[in-house]
C-alpha cells in the first residue's frame, strides 16, 4: 500500500517562495512516475509538474522558469520548489504516484499567495 504525505504549502507574499514535499511509503516510490497537481476553488485539478523514475521532467506552461521538481529515492521523497510566486498559484497541492497501474494521491497542502 502506498501512502502520501504532503507538506510544505503556507501563507506566502507575491514573489516569494516555497518548497513542498511529497513523503511516500512503499517501495514502488523509485520506479514510479511521481506528479505535482493543484486545484483552485471552481477549477479543475491540472498537472503542475512530474517527475519520471529516470529523471525526466515536465512542467505546466503557467510554472516553467518557475518551479523545480526533484526526487530523493533514499529519502521516498519528492520536491516541488516553486519561486517568483503569484496569487494565481494559490490552490490546493496534491501529490500523485502513477505505478504503471494504479494512481495513489495524498491529502494535499494548502498554498496562497497574497499580492
Known amino acids: 500500500q502506498v501512502q502520501l504525505v504532503e507538506s510544505g504549502g503556507g501563507l506566502v507574499q507575491a514573489g516569494g517562495s516555497l518548497r513542498l514535499s511529497c513523503a511516500a511509503s512503499?517501495?514502488?516510490?523509485?520506479?514510479?512516475?511521481i506528479g505535482w497537481y493543484r486545484q483552485a476553488p471552481g477549477k479543475q485539478r491540472e498537472l503542475v509538474a512530474s517527475?519520471?523514475?529516470?529523471?525526466?521532467?515536465d512542467y505546466a506552461d503557467s510554472v516553467k522558469g518557475r518551479a523545480t521538481i526533484s526526487r530523493d529515492t533514499a529519502k521516498n521523497t519528492v520536491y516541488l520548489q516553486m519561486n517568483s510566486l503569484k496569487p494565481e498559484d494559490t490552490a490546493v497541492y496534491y501529490c500523485?504516484?502513477?505505478?504503471?497501474?494504479?494512481?495513489?494521491w495524498g491529502q494535499g497542502t494548502q498554498v496562497t499567495v497574497s499580492s
Open positions: 500523485n504516484l502513477y505505478s504503471g497501474t494504479k494512481d495513489y
Open positions: 512503499g517501495s514502488t516510490f523509485r520506479f514510479a512516475v
Open positions: 517527475i519520471a523514475s529516470g529523471g525526466v521532467t
